[in-house]
């Protein structure tokens, strides 16, 4: 009975348009019984994966469902990207099929973790995000690094050897490395930047407190590093992006080194950010017994996931959305743009929230590297509450005070930045500022609502 109340609830949300389709049931179920989830989940027989990452978990969480399902699985699934207690039970209550995957908000990590007694935990990357919710990096490390502790011999886990707060959680007590443990990176150094970013989160050492040393790095913190002091050092992948082209908003050709074999992957989504989200989903496709020979022709026919690199027709121009929450995933975004821009300049939207879904404190803004994109703009509009300091920023980036536009209402700046943009506009939005966004756009039938 409060499975069926909880699922009409969720069809009467649908079906009034107003949202809440990936919550409303969730919450409702976990209202009426707190052990729904581990009740749910113990009749998934092809047992659970869980992903979490600061950046990356939705799309990692869809290349790994695309990799299922070139095996003819279909996962019970929070694709809509809904990853605390209460999407996950949305998910549990409403699809069909004996295996799970679902991505997890970093913090709610140990929670779910206990509840559904994952076969597998995919952990992505920690990144500065919305301190005011999740605090420093070092303090989620300290979390997972118990739910590494309390799985050991029940859960595999695949690990970014290229974050130092990730790859130190496959250390065992003697030190040495955890059994059930595989790990992946990349190893182009033409990928790497000149220097470590000023923004960069794990500067030192988790064992010993000393700075690490950085051979190279790639994303933020993420890179090749080791510690001087007490000599702790990335572990080597065991699937590893050994050559990287990076094609602008086309996306990019990997090579991949694996325990099965080398693989080809011509990856659809751009950025080096999505070259790691793709090496987590190859490796814990591997371990769930993915033929290797379907990795490639599986990611190749990949779309973005919801907000993260998708495309809208907007009568002749073209809309494409990229996330952006905090300053890593930002810099990568600008560093992709910088790519696209051509001699007449970027036509871009920025919707700047400050909502609780985005983190209350907006100063990340000014630890992203927006002077990437100094003479590469044509026009920018600023949406948002917090517009007019998005504008601030950008201003002191070095983008022409001309360029810039202040307009808060998000659909009355969004038709002003597609009615100035001569073909393209790259729209770059925090997460309630894209949930706005499609809003919009499905309210004018131009996407679809993302719980569809």
């Known amino acids: 009975m409060r499975r069926l109340l909880a699922r009409a609830v969720g069809a009467a949300s649908r079906a009034s348009g107003r949202g809440g389709g990936t919550t409303l049931p969730g919450r409702l179920l976990l209202r009426l019984d707190r052990r729904a989830i581990a009740k749910l989940g113990a009749r998934l027989e092809g047992g659970t994966t869980l992903i979490s990452a600061t950046n990356g978990k939705t799309t990692t969480a869809g290349m790994l469902a695309a990799l ?4 003819g699985r279909v996962p019970v699934h929070n694709r809509a990207g809904s990853n605390m207690t209460w999407g996950i039970a949305t998910a549990l209550l ?12 970093e913090a709610w990590l140990p929670q779910v973790a206990a509840q559904l007694d ?22 989620l490390a300290e979390e997972w690094a118990k739910v590494v ?30 059994e059930g443990v595989v790990c992946f990176g990349i190893d182009d150094a033409a990928q790497a930047l000149p220097e470590l970013q000023h923004a960069s989160d794990a500067r030192h050492c988790r064992r010993c407190g000393h700075p690490y040393a950085y051979e190279r790095a790639f994303v933020g913190h993420l890179g090749h590093y080791s510690c001087p002091s007490c000599g702790a050092r990335r572990p080597e992948p065991d699937v590893l992006a050994t050559r990287i082209e990076l094609h602008g908003m086309d996306g990019s050709s990997v090579t991949v ?37 379907k990795v490639g022709p599986a990611l190749a026919s990949l779309r973005g996931a919801f907000g ?32 696209e821009a051509g001699e007449a300049g970027l036509d871009l939207w920025i919707g700047l929230n400050d909502r609780i879904a985005d983190g209350r404190d907006v100063s990340w803004i000014w ?12 026009r920018v509009v600023c949406a948002g509450p917090r517009a007019p300091e998005m504008a601030l920023r950008l201003k002191y980036a070095g983008w022409p005070q001309e360029a810039i536009a202040v307009e808060p209402e998000i659909e009355a700046s969004l038709d002003r930045a597609v009615d100035a943009a001569p073909e393209r506009l790259f729209a770059l939005p925090t997460y309630t ?8 756009l499905s309210s004018r039938g131009l996407t679809q609502e993302f719980w569809r």
Do not use: C, M, W
């Open 257 to 293: 080194r694996t325990p099965a074999g080398e693989l080809q992957v011509e990856l659809p989504l751009p950025g080096l950010y999505n070259v790691y989200n793709a090496l987590a989903a190859i490796a814990a496709a591997l371990e769930l017994g993915v033929a290797a020979e």
């Open 149 to 178: 502790a309390a799985r050991g011999g029940r859960s595999r886990f695949v690990l970014n050897a290229d974050d130092p707060l990730v790859a130190d959680l496959g250390r065992g007590d003697d030190g040495g490395p955890r």
């Open 308 to 339: 993260r690199v998708e495309t809208v027709e907007i009568g002749a121009k073209r809309a494409s959305i990229l996330l952006i929450k905090n300053p890593a995933g930002t810099n990568e975004v600008l560093r992709t743009l910088r790519l």
């Open 433 to 440: 500022a894209l949930l706005e966004l499609h809003k919009v």
């Open 68 to 71: 299922l399902a070139a095996e």
């Open 94 to 105: 409403e699809q069909r099929g004996s295996e799970g995957l679902f991505e997890v908000d």
């Open 367 to 378: 630890d992203a590297d927006f002077e990437l994109l100094a003479g590469a703009v044509r």
């Open 118 to 139: 994952p076969g597998l935990i995919v952990l992505g990357n920690l990144f500065r995000d919305q301190l005011d919710r999740y605090g420093e990096t070092e303090v």
